[in-house]
């Protein structure tokens, strides 16, 4: 009988416990970010790497019960992206899409770009 009422005993107080967190939660609201990918070349396992940080955090919230605002986006402006996006433009028309690169090297490339 003992150990029975310690038992029930114990479960109010979980429940209770259970139910005190639950309220203070319910109007908590967290704000992740995380720095965007600069889009001035291609994804890689360093971006990932940053990313899942932030993301595993807005998820332990937001399994805790809390309201969880995480925006996702990428840093595309200026500059870098015009240039990336002539230099792909200039690939683009002198090996085609996809790409059919020539069997002369790697130099190939380099040396009738400079002298085009």
């Known amino acids: 009988m003992y150990i029975a009422h310690c038992v029930l ?5 979980h429940l209770t416990l259970q139910y005190k967190i639950t309220q203070t939660n319910e109007n908590v ?15 890689h396992l360093g971006h990932a790497f ?12 937001r399994l805790k019960g809390k309201n969880v605002l995480f925006p996702f986006g ?17 690939e683009i028309s002198h090996f085609g899409n996809p790409p059919q690169f020539p069997k002369e090297g790697k130099y190939f ?5 400079i002298q085009n």
């Open 29 to 43: 609201s967290v704000f992740g970010n995380s720095p965007y990918p600069y889009m001035n070349g291609i994804l």
């Open 74 to 90: 990428f840093h595309c402006t200026g500059m870098p992206i015009a240039a990336c996006a002539q230099k792909i433009r200039e």
């Open 50 to 61: 940053t990313l899942t940080k932030a993301e595993f955090a807005a998820g332990y919230q």
């Open 9 to 13: 005993f114990s479960f109010v107080d």
């Open 109 to 113: 490339y380099i040396k009738t770009h």
